[in-house]
């Protein structure tokens, strides 16, 4: 790769899914039927690609699939030009299942993949948004990686009581969800335990502060980064400076980062001191006026911040342990 790739690649941080405005029919519940094949708990590594996403090796309809496991995506997606690849269904009239959902204000169609297997779970006529993933395809391009096929999302994380490392870079599932109990060999020694607050849109919040302001970040492993939402910082009057690199998301065009040096960021009882974030507008991300609530939704707390201090999420429990 030359260092021109490179600096383009690092141009385009995709912030993939971040916040999903899905209906509640597709993640309340998980509409695939589970067929058990492996052990009650399996473990699964996963890649971390130079967009800081974290990829998962699946099969879609027999076909081999990378998808991004991303705690800010409500719903499950697939690449919307990979659909006849897949050999993704439509919604039926019959259905119970909307035909298509709105995302960040268009709308995308919903498909039906008829077996999706991650590991030694099979997820027989699982629901799946289509979805235009061109931003981070041209990223990958060109970083000289795989593109993405798609995205997990809570939708599927949340039944199967998932458990994702994003230090280690493993992604623990529970295959018989008649199993009471978490994974046995979770290890919480030295972390702080960080309620998650769930919206009924099955996004992800833990509370905090921003230089000693309250305020909530919404857990987003899809995010390269942590991200500030500019006018929060302007309010705040802390100061950023330009760089080079934007950021887009599902239906939303790019939008340019700054970054600014934030005093104190806490999470839960985590303080994180000194820290750089980016600063960029996240209207038509992050919904329902709660970039205006008390406290406000400030950003989101992305994949660099959850790898550095060691960030395991507990989608059983709803809880985010840090270091």
């Known amino acids: 790769m030359t260092s021109n ?56 309809n027999g076909k081999p699939a990378w998808l991004t496991v991303d705690s800010g995506a409500p719903v499950s997606a697939i690449a919307l030009n990979r659909r006849e690849y897949f050999r993704l269904k439509p919604i039926t009239a019959e ?52 593109q993405i ?54 996004n992800l919040y833990v509370t905090g502060s921003v230089n000693g302001e309250p305020a909530k970040l919404m857990v987003d492993t899809g995010s390269f980064t942590t991200l500030l939402h500019r006018s929060f910082v302007r309010r705040m009057r802390i100061a950023t400076r330009e760089t080079p690199y934007s950021s887009s998301a599902v239906n939303l065009k790019e939008r340019g980062v700054r970054v600014a040096n934030i005093r104190k960021l806490t999470v839960g009882s985590v303080n994180i001191t000194g820290k750089d974030v980016g ?20 950003g989101l707390l992305g994949a660099e911040t959850l790898r550095r201090h060691h960030g395991i999420i507990d989608f059983g429990t709803r809880t985010l342990y840090l270091k």
């Open 149 to 202: 096929d798609g995205i997990v999302g809570a939708d599927i994380l949340f039944p199967t009581q998932a458990v994702l490392d994003c230090e280690k870079q493993l992604l623990i599932l529970k295959t018989d969800p008649n199993v009471l109990g978490s994974f046995p060999g979770f290890n919480r020694r030295g972390l702080r335990a960080v309620p998650i607050q769930v919206s009924d849109s099955y």
């Open 279 to 298: 600063v960029i507008d996240l209207e038509g991300l992050i919904h329902d006026g709660l970039l205006e609530g008390s406290p406000p939704v400030a």
């Open 5 to 60: 790739h490179l600096q383009r690649a690092r141009r385009l941080l995709w912030v993939c899914c971040a916040a999903l405005a899905l209906v509640i029919e597709l993640a309340a519940t998980p509409h695939g039927t589970f067929a058990r094949t492996a052990p009650q708990f399996e473990a699964l590594p996963l890649v971390r690609s130079r967009q800081n996403h974290l990829l998962l090796r699946a099969f879609i």
């Open 95 to 146: 259905s119970s299942l909307p035909t298509r959902v709105q995302i960040n204000g268009a709308f995308n169609n919903v498909a039906m993949a008829r077996e999706l297997r991650i590991g030694g779970l099979t997820l027989v006529d699982e629901p799946v948004v289509t979805v235009d993933l061109g931003g981070s395809a041209r990223a990958a391009r060109m970083a000289h990686e795989p």
